[in-house]
């Protein structure tokens, strides 16, 4: 069973950053995408940020492009979300995300089989 475990979150002043984790215990863990999402209060839930299995390819949504780096250690099974100047809009709880498979960009959903619990990142004004 593959269940992604996120840590990291934390109340920020706006400007400032935090950096995400997620741990996922998975077979030939470096050759599945994984994500970023993000969801606010009343509102479904979106796509951040996605890299792929070799951690060659990345993706953001352009909301955060710039400001956010998702990178992978494959030799830790982890996935990290460095956020930098940081707006109140990025406010939300943040889940990680495993592919069902090998593929690339995965920017639905549905694409993901395996969730994180989640982590509540709120940022300031």
């Known amino acids: 069973q593959v269940q992604p475990v996120e840590s990291g979150g934390g109340l920020v002043q706006a400007g400032g950053s935090l950096r995400l984790s997620c741990a996922a215990s998975?077979?030939?863990?470096?050759?599945?995408?994984m994500a970023w999402f993000r969801q606010q209060p009343g509102k479904e839930r979106e796509f951040a940020a996605v890299i792929s299995g070799n951690g060659g390819s990345t993706h953001y949504t352009d909301s955060v492009q710039g400001r956010f780096t998702i990178s992978r250690d494959n030799a830790k099974n982890t996935v990290y979300l460095q956020m930098n100047s940081l707006k109140p809009e990025d406010t939300a709880v943040y889940y990680c995300a495993a592919a069902r498979s090998t593929g690339w960009p995965f920017l639905s959903p549905s694409e993901y089989a395996y969730w994180g619990q989640g982590t509540q990142v709120t940022v300031s004004s």
């Open positions: 998975r077979r030939a863990f470096g050759i599945y995408t």
